[in-house]
């Protein structure tokens, strides 16, 4: 999943208009039957809209027999979904059901639009204690009723190449300095070898690493009043962790500063000219694509530096949500009661490659149970949220755009010390004022 940029200034100008003009709605509620129909936009999950369809279709011909409740599919490509969610704040003519990206709940729960899952409505999907913790941890601001439920959960790994690993008598790295030292090792610059890879020019991705390595040495993007922090001493020396697998240490080929899809370092790592790849679950689907089969490589989680905070990933994923004012609550509260049970949690995230949120539902989007239990472990134990504020967006931008020019510097020999770090990380901060 990525997170979707905002038009320019669209953000904003929805927003306000949002709190004006769907703050109510929720009278119109009417019960559910036979004969009801709703609409759902699901997100583009699958390699296309037709496999979506393919695979959501039968799904909710289960939820009409079982409920007589017809749906009205539309599955929304990403590029649209934020902004078409937005617009349908405004409007208040939207879907009765929907899926978001996670980091967008409390971004579309400031608009006042959305159903709040109270104790009530919690009750009627089964309640809280059902979602795994650091899943349903993204659903909405903390301590507000959310207005979105976790659909599906992925988490990031560190994928290594096993017979590289073994042939240089390296055992998986359990620690950053593991990793680095690993990475050096495997590192043949006359043979463009290279110890680990990156999509240095994706910003969502660029966004992604440098949010986990700041946290895992203290830092946090935004302090207690939602307001940027970007200059701290976490996040610093957690982009320079980043930006450091190629200014410091040249573990990387500099050739992957131009990598704007994280396609393109899948390849590498596929090929065997990168023994290591940072990527969520579904990397398991590209690496496939590419040709490399399951048993040729392993997953751990992503180290920390010895001295660090063991978080390895931030939880990405896609919540469901209801528009508070839908005349169909009680049947869209049944549909998300569905799309949410353990029967559909197994079906639908073996079929796009992602993480069960709900506890006791095992993952099963691979054969290979050790990564299963892996990327669980990940999920459980070492994932967090990223900042549960409206401007994540914007964070995404300035401080992926921060990272991408700081890894093209590196990427030309350049110095990348501390303070450019600092510096970059200044002006993203100065540009969340503009934003």
């Known amino acids: 999943m990525k997170i979707q940029p905002l038009a320019a200034g669209a953000s904003a100008m929805l927003l306000a208009a949002a709190l004006t003009a769907c703050g109510g709605g929720g009278d119109s509620e009417t019960s559910a039957g036979a004969g009801t129909t709703i609409t759902y936009w699901a997100s ?255 997953i751990v989680p992503i180290p920390a530096p010895a001295a660090g905070k063991k978080i390895s990933s931030f939880v990405a994923g896609t919540n469901i949500s209801v528009f508070k004012n839908s005349k169909n609550v009680d049947a869209a509260l049944q549909f998300v009661k569905f799309m949410t049970s353990d029967d559909e949690q197994k079906i639908l995230n073996k079929a796009y490659t992602t993480q069960p949120p709900i506890q006791g539902v095992p993952a099963a989007f691979t054969d290979d149970q050790e990564k299963l239990d892996t990327f669980t472990e990940i999920l459980s134990s070492y994932a967090k949220p990223l900042p549960l504020v409206p401007g994540i967006q914007a964070f995404q931008a300035n401080v992926g755009g921060a990272a991408v020019a700081l890894v093209a510097k590196a990427a030309t020999g350049a110095q990348v010390g501390d303070a450019e770090v600092q510096a970059a990380l200044e002006e993203a901060q100065q540009k969340m004022g503009a934003s």
């Not at 296309?48 to 289960?62: C, G, M, R, W």
């Not at 390595?213 to 939602?226: I, L, R, T």
């Not at 976490?234 to 200014?247: E, N, T």
Request: glycine share 10%; net charge neutral.
């Open 44 to 298: 583009n999950q699958g390699a296309s809209l037709q496999n979506d369809k393919d695979v959501l279709t039968p799904e909710i011909a289960k939820f009409t027999q079982q409920t007589g409740i017809k749906v009205k599919l539309e599955v929304v490509p990403w590029t649209d979904l934020t902004n078409n969610t937005l617009s349908a704040a405004v409007s208040g003519q939207g879907p009765d059901v929907l899926n978001i990206g996670n980091t967008n709940a409390v971004t579309f729960q400031s608009t006042g639009a959305f159903l709040p899952f109270d104790d009530a409505a919690l009750q009627k999907i089964g309640g809280k204690d059902r979602f795994v913790a650091s899943s349903f941890a993204t659903a909405g601001k903390a301590g507000e009723p959310p207005t979105s439920i976790p659909l599906y959960s992925q988490v990031y790994a560190l994928y290594y190449n096993k017979k590289l690993f073994q042939d240089a008598g390296l055992k998986p790295p359990t620690t950053w300095e593991e990793l680095i030292a690993a990475a050096q090792k495997l590192t043949d610059p006359a043979k463009k070898k290279y110890g680990i890879v990156i999509p240095g020019a994706t910003v969502n991705a660029s966004m992604h690493f440098a949010y986990i390595f700041s946290e895992q040495n203290g830092g946090s993007a935004f302090d207690a009043a939602g307001k940027p922090a970007f200059t701290t001493p976490g996040m610093i020396a957690g982009v320079k962790q980043y930006v450091d697998l190629l200014a410091k240490y040249h573990v990387v080929n500099p050739s992957a500063a131009q990598y704007s899809d994280s396609a393109q370092a899948a390849g590498d790592f596929a090929r065997g000219d990168a023994a290591m790849y940072m990527a969520q679950t579904s990397g398991i689907n590209v690496l496939a694509q590419n040709g490399m089969k399951p048993d040729d490589y392993g």
